[in-house]
């Protein structure tokens, strides 16, 4: 059974930085059960929206807010989903969300199509 598990939320000021992390268990990183591997983030009231996603060939996609200053990444030795996020602005405090979805599932943006799901974390930036 997959399970993921975050860490790494908290709270910074305005043109801080965080790493999220997100450990995997039941699969790997690098398997066809996790092949699409996402960052969502949701705002009180809101949907979740996607922020990043990584295929298993290492393929990543970002939404347009976030792009330049977030990396998604996996390490596939330690089985780890990683957000870093630099500049941090006020707009970027949410819930943080790791997502994963297995081949043929389409995964991408949606969060409908993502199967599995850690538990969240807040992130929180003041100005």
């Known amino acids: 059974q997959v399970q993921l598990v975050e860490s790494g939320g908290g709270s910074v000021q305005t043109g801080g930085s965080l790493t999220l992390s997100c450990i995997a268990s039941?699969?790997?990183?690098?398997?066809?059960?996790?092949?699409?591997m996402a960052w969502f983030r949701q705002y009180p009231g809101k949907d979740r929206e996607a922020v990043a996603q990584i295929l298993q060939s290492g393929y990543t996609e970002y939404d347009g807010s976030v792009k330049g200053r977030f990396s998604i990444s996996k390490d596939n030795s330690k089985n780890i989903l990683s957000l870093q996020m630099k500049n941090l602005k006020p707009e970027d405090s949410a819930i943080y969300y790791c997502?994963?979805?297995?081949w043929g599932t389409g995964g991408g943006l949606q969060w409908r199509r993502y199967r599995y799901w850690a538990q969240g974390t807040q992130v929180t930036v003041s100005s």
């Open positions: 997502a994963a979805s297995p």
């Open positions: 039941g699969a790997s990183v690098d398997s066809d059960e996790l092949y699409h």
